[in-house]
């Protein structure tokens, strides 16, 4: 896997392909709360707070905001993983009316803890991915899954660990094989929660580049990021959280305004456009904090 060049042209907002603008995923009022509760008490906490959106074929969704926004929480909910108020609607249904296997086969999850307690080969556990195109016999090793696998290894960057049990590779070299697992899931929407988190520059900036060649292919990709550069840079549209709540929603450079950032992340921000012509920013740390970011 190779970094690419894709991104936001110096004139503004990424070119989305030309696909049907009709949404795949639609969420509306989605809330999520937690903890206990009985006849006298309550200790539920209300963690992501009527959350709207839509995710349309072949573009690229950011989710960015502060820690605790409720970012990962939101992705979940997308991914029928957590219980929630509200709708999510996948192609015009419910997720409640999809059966697992159907459903796996149109959205796939991938997340940010990416610890295996078995010695898999990498190779097996991108095999996993396939276990929702299994045959009447429950196998998925015909020579199109194989195909598909290996496909899927190469364009995450990880065919080289292939042979190797994922126990002994690092977070990184474990990231890229989690990554192609969902991509030998072979679905035409893909949640990604904090894909880069464990990445080195080269292998982030391929990712984010891979993100953009499967919207280029007419795939859905959402993802939580944080890093706000890369996410103008090569996201569609972008989602901005806070205090489990969507407060922004749109163009990359209008939801990274100066006042969305300082309100969300409690900052002093100045944006501009650097040499490259790429969106980019200066903040000033809170009191107490460090240098210039």
Known sequence: MTATSHGTPASGVPNMPSVPNVPRLVAAGVSVTVGPSGRRWDHRVTILRNASLEVLPGEFLGIVGPNGAGKSTLLRALGGLVPFSGDVLLDGRPLSAWKPRDMARELAFMAQ????????????????????????FGTADSERDLRIVRDAMDRAGCTEHAMKPVTALSGGERQRVMLARVLAQDTPILLLDEPTASLDIH????????????????????????????????????????????????????????????????????????????????????PGGGNRV
């Open 113 to 136: 803890d990416t610890h295996m307690s078995f010695a898999f080969t990498a190779e097996e556990v991108v095999r996993m991915g396939r276990h929702p195109h299994a045959d009447a």
């Open 203 to 286: 292998h982030a900036l391929s990712v984010y580049g891979l993100a953009r060649e499967l919207t280029a292919e007419g795939r859905a990709v959402v993802a939580v990021l944080h890093d706000l550069r890369a996410a103008a840079r090569f996201c569609h549209r972008l989602l901005l959280m806070r205090d489990g709540a969507i407060v922004a929603a749109g163009d990359p450079e209008e939801v990274l305004h100066e006042g969305h950032i300082a309100y969300a992340f409690q900052v002093s921000a100045h944006t501009f456009r650097n040499p490259a012509g790429y969106w980019d920013f200066h903040a000033d740390p809170p």
